[in-house]
Every structure is written in structure tokens, then in C-alpha cells.
């Protein structure tokens, strides 16, 4: 590696180092549990840290991707910011996974002549690292402590409600009539889920029933009026297409859901990825088969 290409590697990494501070604190202003908030300044003093440890090398301050930056903090906003500080992370501690891309080869021939260079750099850089992730684990957001209430009431309606969508779809053929029962269905359905959580909470004398039984019923809510949104928009007639749209939402929302929890909590994304497809895609085959047999030999044509 030519002295050029070092010093492009020693700025990409100190550009990364100053981001990360930035979105840090950026994120720490709009957390409401001080423990959290003083962790991630903590982080944030961290990068600091790591990015003054460049500026050694490098002799010169650089500026952050600032619509990287806002974008970190918007993610922070929306999804929590366990998964934004975890994700960010990901990016430069991923090496071994990722594809030898010609920014990777970069990487990783860059980190080498670093530590050939400076030997040092290596042991300190690793403490430094290893405190940050350290303090990464540390964060509790409130959210992730009902993951579990979350998954209860996606599944359930992955599951029950794209099955149900898939058998009415061949018994009515009419999005209209499709969607009058999914709106019944689905809203009964997440208030008996909620209150079935509650229960389940309250009898095992946990004091945050009804806040777990409210993301519960959320989750389920949220998948109910998604999974009913083709129907509701495309024309009465066109419940096939509306079928398949409603297929790949739940794709969709399985992916998201499992990236979700596999940054945020750690967790291998393919093997639940591929358990929940398989159980929501067989339930709605089999509903869709079963709704066709009982339209054909009940003679019911609606």
C-alpha cells in the first residue's frame, strides 16, 4: 500500500470515528433514561478518543458524511437507539462477513500497514474498541425488554391473519367483502391478543402487564392493517393480485422485523427469517387450498 492510499485509509477512519461521536450525542438528546444517555456520551467520548488517536497519524482534522450523521439519528428516532448505535457499528466490525469489495480489500490491507507502522496502534486501538463495545451492551432500551411481547403478536398475526386473508380470498373474490371481514377479524383479534398478554402478565405477577400486553396489541395491529392495505386499495375484482401483494408484505415484514432484533439483540438473522417464512407462507397455502375446497362443495358463491 503507497503512502496515498494509507493516508485515504487513516482519514476514512478518522471521518468514521468523529461520525459516530456525532450521532452519538445527536442520539443522547433525545433519550429520556439518563443511564442510557450518560452511556452514550460515554461512547461518544469514546470515538473521541479514537479519532484524536488518528489525527496523531494523519496531522489534520476531517469532516464527517454530515447526511450520514442525521441519518444515524433519524434511525435513532424511529427504530430506537439501541438498533441505530449497533448498526453503525456493524459497518466496521463486520470484516469477515462481508464481500472482498475494492473499499474492504482497502480495509483490511490499510489496518495491516497501521499496525506494521505503528505497533503500538494495535494493542491500544483493540482496548479502546473492546471499552466502546463494552459500554454498547451496557444501553437497555426499555423497547427491547419487550421483544418478546412484540414477536408474540407479529407471529400470531403473520401467521392467523395472512392464513385467513389467503382462504377468504378464493371463498368471497371481492377485496371488498375481504376487507370488511379482515378490518372485523383483525380488530377483534388484537384486542383478544392484548387482553390474552395482559392475563398472561398479570398471573405471573409481573407489574408491566399492560405495558406488554400494549406493545403486544400494537404489533398485531400494525400487521393486521399492512397485510389488509392491498385489498383495500386495488379494485374489487383484482383479488389475486391483491393476494400476492399481501404475500410479499409479509415477507417484507418478516425481514425487517428479523434484521430489526439480529442488530439490536444480536441474534442470527437467517434462521428466524427462514422459520417465520416458512410457517406464515405453509398457513397461508394450506387457508388458501381450504378456502377454495369449502367454496366449491358448499356451492356458496358470493
Known sequence: MDEQQFMEYLKFMQANEIKEKLVCEGI?????????????????????????????????????????????????????????????EIHLLSHEEAKKSRKQLMMEAGTQELFRRHPGFEKLFAEEVQHELDMIQMIDEEKLNYVGSMVLGLNDALVEFSGSL??????????????????????SATLSMASSEYLSAKNEGRTDAL???????????????????????????????????????????IAGFNYYISVARNEKFS??????????????????????IVKKVLGIDI
Open 271 to 292: 434462521t428466524k427469517f427462514r422459520e417465520m417464512i416458512l410457517v406464515s407462507l405453509s398457513v397461508a397455502g394450506i387457508s388458501f387450498l381450504i378456502g377454495l
Open 166 to 187: 389467503a382462504g377468504w380470498s378464493f371463498a368471497m373474490q371481492s377485496n371488498r367483502m375481504i376487507t370488511l371481514a379482515g378490518l372485523i377479524t383483525g380488530i
Open 211 to 253: 405495558k406488554s400486553s400494549g406493545y403486544t396489541g400494537i404489533a398485531y395491529l400494525f400487521t393486521v392493517v399492512a397485510l389488509l392495505l392491498p385489498f383495500i386499495l386495488l379494485p374489487d375484482h383484482q383479488f389475486l393480485p391483491a393476494l400476492l401483494i399481501m404475500l410479499a408484505i409479509v415477507v417484507l415484514i
Open 28 to 88: 443522547a438528546r433525545n433519550v429520556k433514561d439518563e443511564k442510557d444517555k450518560q452511556t452514550l456520551l460515554e461512547i461518544a467520548k469514546q470515538e473521541q478518543i479514537h479519532y484524536d488517536l488518528f489525527k496523531n497519524l494523519t496531522k489534520q482534522d476531517v469532516r464527517p458524511n454530515m447526511f450520514s450523521v442525521y441519518w444515524y439519528i433519524l434511525m435513532g428516532r424511529i427504530f430506537g437507539y439501541t438498533f441505530a448505535v449497533k448498526l453503525m
